[in-house]
């Protein structure tokens, strides 16, 4: 009697399916963007507050005040996403996946950008005439850890120090991991009016409370046992492209003719202004 099993045939569906990821820069739009990056280095010059002289008698000799110039300077990276496939490999698969590679080569992209934000928030900034002064992130615009996760005391926190520097109301942002959203269920009352927007936020039905747009990111770091979320104004950050994402696919002559699915991409970011941005420790 002969062996039926010999003819079970195995099935594979024809498609490749992404995994759970990040699909884009979330931050980018939250930042200060150029696109016209050419050479190593970009320096933004930027110009201080001045302040009035009283005039006190006739004639007086006219005060002179001089003006506070700055430069922040931005220095670009670049970044490669590489994946071969050999001829032979794709003669064995049902799908060609080729697509699919440059597909995750440009989520890869969207996340390095915001790696590259997050990197700048509280990152050395480079000042000077020549942008070779390091500038340390200020940490008068720190929020504690204090034990806790954030909540809305944290972030009243948070918005006193952009007020007390005069930072626009307008165009603030805070970058936040599930993890501090969802506390803040638990740091207001289940009668106020507070409770019912952190809900909404929660469920993703508003993105903005107590002045901040709020954008969940799960790529920002930990140090010391606690998160590092940011609040900041969007001119706080200078994101500078030189080569946006580019792919292409290429066989190479060299490996046996192999695909070869490449994308690239050219940029730098830095903080422009310690006053503009806030550090607020979580402890999840």
């Known amino acids: 009697m002969g062996n039926v099993t010999v003819h079970y045939v195995k099935q594979y569906e024809d498609n490749i399916r992404l995994l759970a990821q990040q699909k884009i820069s979330k931050l980018r739009g ?45 220095t670009k990276k670049d970044y490669v996403y590489n994946v071969p496939l050999d001829q032979e490999d794709q003669l064995c698969m049902i799908t ?11 989520y ?5 950008i915001d790696d590259s934000i997050i990197s700048a928030f509280n990152g050395e900034a480079y000042a000077g005439k ?71 936020l929660v469920q993703g039905e508003v ?18 046992g606690s998160r590092l979320v940011y609040a900041w104004h969007k001119w706080a950050i200078q994101l500078a492209i030189q080569k946006e994402p580019t792919a292409r696919a290429d ?11 490449f994308l690239s991409m050219s940029h730098g970011a830095t903080r422009l202004e310690e006053e503009r941005i806030v550090e607020i420790a979580c402890v999840e």
């Not at 066989?251 to 699915?261: E, F, I, L, T």
Request: aromatic fraction near 8%; charge should be neutral; include cysteine.
């Open 207 to 224: 993105d903005t409370w107590l002045g901040f747009k709020f954008i969940k990111s799960t790529r920002l770091q930990t140090s010391a």
């Open 108 to 112: 890869a992209a969207g996340r390095q």
């Open 130 to 200: 020549d942008g070779d002064t390091a500038t340390a992130f200020d940490a008068n615009m720190q929020v504690a850890a204090g034990g806790t996760n954030l909540s809305k005391a944290k972030m009243l926190s948070a918005k006193k120090l952009l007020d007390d520097n005069d930072v626009e109301e307008t165009d603030r942002n805070i970058a936040c991991a599930p993890s501090q959203i969802n506390a803040l269920l638990n740091t207001v009352e289940v009668a106020s009016s507070d409770y019912n927007v952190v809900k909404a």
């Open 96 to 106: 060609d996946p080729k697509g699919k590679y440059s597909i995750t080569g440009s």
């Open 30 to 74: 939250a930042v200060q963007v150029d696109t016209n990056f050419v050479g190593e280095y970009k320096f933004y010059n930027q110009l201080g507050k001045g302040e009035m002289t009283e005039k006190v008698g006739r004639f007086q000799d006219t005060p002179t005040d001089l003006a506070d110039h700055k430069r922040r300077r931005v």
């Open 251 to 261: 066989q190479r002559p060299d490996k046996n003719y192999a695909w070869q699915v």
